[in-house]
């Protein structure tokens, strides 16, 4: 690592724009992968090739990333980017369960609404209404806020957290993955969205080396890279291929009626 960073040229007043550029794309990137795949979920009223479970991985991953930075600073634009990924990520929920609540309507008979106050954790992240989702990242916020203050002074705990900050948004790939390998098929998930994660990533990855960061960012990045071109081979070997099954959620609601098969 140290090696690589040798060969790096030291920022000068002759690239201060082009580090302030990269900053900006550093702060924004991130969401730019879903913008297709939020355009797509609009276009065909259909949310089942995506897995709200990247949500939580991102949104988990983010709200941790903000605790870390409280206790052990970074840069400033990697912060900025949890911030406005985990905004994304509600806006992208929230379109979701929109959708779904269309589709779930349209069944008969119309299944239950389910809730995070029914305590159920076979439905957990698979609710109904979109203020479960919030309720749940706010209480997630809470508890896990109040754990780091209370262990702030404490060195490995801080880079513990560091740790599974950066580690759960390297794993962001693995639900998509897993659905896709479910269903033999990627019908319903933007190819763009991949092609700009695996750019993304890639970008992202080089940013943390040049500007760095904590050894955890890097190390992370690397293995997201591998996951992202683990789900683009995917895309590949299930091309032109229809879904074996409904989505886990349409599944779930489904399950007792005897005329849904």
Known sequence: MEVIREWLPPVSAGNTVISHG???FMMFGGVVPYIPQYREILRTKNADGFSTFVCLALLVANILRI???????FEL?????????????FLMMRL???????????????????????????????????????????LFTVFVGGIVYLFKDVPIFVEIIGLVAVLTEALLGIPQFYRNFQNKSTA?????????????DVYKTGYFIIK????QF???????????????????????????K??????GVLKNNPHSS
């Open 22 to 24: 990269a900053a900006v």
């Open 67 to 73: 605790l870390f930075w409280l206790c052990k600073r």
């Open 77 to 89: 634009p990697l912060l900025y980017q949890s911030i406005i990924m985990t905004t994304a990520m």
């Open 96 to 138: 979701c369960i929109r959708v779904r609540r269309v589709q779930l309507i349209t069944t008969v008979p119309v299944p239950r609404k389910k809730t995070l106050h029914d305590l159920e954790w076979r439905h957990f992240w698979q609710w109904t209404d979109f203020r479960s989702y919030l309720e749940c990242s706010i």
């Open 188 to 200: 319903g998930m933007s190819t763009s969205m991949v092609l700009l994660w695996l750019f993304g």
């Open 212 to 215: 760095q960061v904590p050894a």
């Open 218 to 244: 890097v190390l992370c990045g690397l293995l997201q890279v591998t996951i992202d071109l683990a789900v683009l081979s995917q895309l590949l070997l299930y091309r032109n291929r229809k879904p074996r």
């Open 246 to 251: 409904a989505s886990k959620v349409l599944h």
